[in-house]
């Protein structure tokens, strides 16, 4: 009798850790992802250091420079305590009008806007792996007030980061 039991409870907690993976591949995204991926590619994205502040919303994706969590000055301390060893930044955006905008970046890092000493949450979030050039999206409904985008537990010391209009 305890051997069936346990290979059933093995057998659960294999189904749960498979059914917790993200969904793989580039058409696993919950919207089309297309315009958000080209400007996360573009040969043309500005890179800029952490801190940066930009007048507008950049025409295509953008290149942050990251630091260290410590060295990375966040306005305000990250939702989630960044792990040893990854890498922060951020910059400001001034918002061309509200609206929905999607925030797409190229690999996995934590993310917060924060607008008006709020931090906003997401009307919607998709990711996936395998997908060349976009790890994950995100849409939040912003103002038309400046906003800080802060990135912390990055991997890499730079990520590509694109601020569309939703469409």
């Not at 409870?9 to 297309?34: Q, R, V």
């Not at 395998?130 to 912390?152: A, H, N, W």
Request: proline share 8%; aromatic share 6%; glycine share 8%.
């Amino acid at each position: 009798m305890r051997a069936p039991l346990i290979i059933a409870l093995a057998l659960l907690g294999t189904a749960s850790a498979w059914a917790a993976e993200e969904p793989s591949g580039c058409d696993k995204f919950k919207w089309p992802i297309e315009r958000e991926r080209a400007a996360l590619t573009a040969p043309d994205r500005a890179k800029l250091v952490s801190g940066a502040e930009q007048a507008a919303l950049p025409a295509s994706g953008i290149t942050l420079g990251l630091v260290a969590p410590q060295e990375a000055k966040l306005p305000t301390p990250p939702e989630r305590a960044p792990k040893d060893g990854t890498f922060a930044g951020f910059t400001s955006i001034k918002a061309a009008k509200a609206g929905l905008y999607t925030i797409s970046l190229s690999s996995g890092a934590w993310v917060d806007v924060v607008q008006d000493g709020h931090f906003l949450k997401p009307v919607a979030f998709s990711g996936a792996t395998d997908c060349d050039g976009i790890r994950k999206t995100m849409k939040y409904e912003l103002s038309d007030k400046p906003f800080v985008l802060q990135i912390s537990g990055a991997k890499d010391n730079s990520l590509s980061i694109a601020v569309l209009p939703a469409q």
